[in-house]
């Protein structure tokens, strides 16, 4: 497929939306951190999480929850005004979207699909949770429930009760674990907390 940027000048890209390098069992993960806590970031690594993941975006027809937002690519495309764009891609078609005329959607808002979990169990892993308790978001809607919303943290007794935790948000991420703007560095993973999102897991 050929396309252009809105000067007509063909564009190369590679597409990476199934882009898997760098994913690894957990168990090879495990073994890298025995003598300390694994950072919540690793785990999402994993190819456990990563195949979890895949399949609640596929359960919510791979586009946000809330907003209703598809995902985009970045091509390299600039609008008349200089101003960066993106293509909206839709995996039910498995292609860009397109107007009747045949021209490519393209909209000025980067967005990634994130899975949230709805809520935690201390101790168990990303990709341990039943499929109810995750729902897919775009990075902008995530961003802003972590900013306006308190996830909560739970313990699980031995049958199967759940018991509230008192954490502390992480006072640089606010307990979001990540930056939607620094996402193009190390996946936006904050700094502090290391994507731990609250401060007595630092």
């Known amino acids: 497929m050929q396309i252009l940027d809105c000067y007509g000048r063909q564009i190369n890209f590679f597409f990476h939306m199934n882009y898997k390098s760098g994913l690894r069992l957990y168990k090879d993960i495990l073994s890298e951190h025995s003598d300390r806590r694994i950072p919540y970031s690793s785990l999402l690594q994993a190819s456990e999480w990563q195949e979890k993941r895949a399949t609640i975006i596929k359960r919510d027809q791979e586009k946000c929850q809330k907003c209703k937002s598809l995902p985009t690519e970045d091509i390299g495309g600039y609008d008349k005004n200089g101003e960066k764009t993106f293509l909206l891609y839709d995996s039910v078609i498995k292609g860009f979207v397109q107007t009747d005329s045949g021209s490519f959607v393209t909209t000025k808002?980067?967005?990634?699909?994130?899975?949230?979990?709805?809520?935690?169990?201390?101790?168990?892993?990303?990709?341990?949770?039943?499929?109810e308790s995750l729902i897919t978001l775009c990075n902008w809607c995530h961003w802003d429930l972590h900013q306006n919303e308190v996830v909560m943290v739970y313990s699980q007794t031995e049958n199967g009760q759940l018991i509230p935790l008192k954490l502390t948000p992480c006072n640089r991420c606010n307990g979001a674990g990540w930056f939607q703007e620094y996402h193009h560095v190390a996946n936006g993973i904050c700094f502090r907390c290391n994507g731990a999102m609250y401060e007595e897991r630092i």
């Not at 979990?117 to 341990?128: N, S, T, V």
């Open 109 to 131: 808002k980067e967005v990634h699909l994130h899975v949230h979990h709805k809520f935690y169990i201390d101790g168990k892993l990303p990709w341990e949770y039943l499929d």
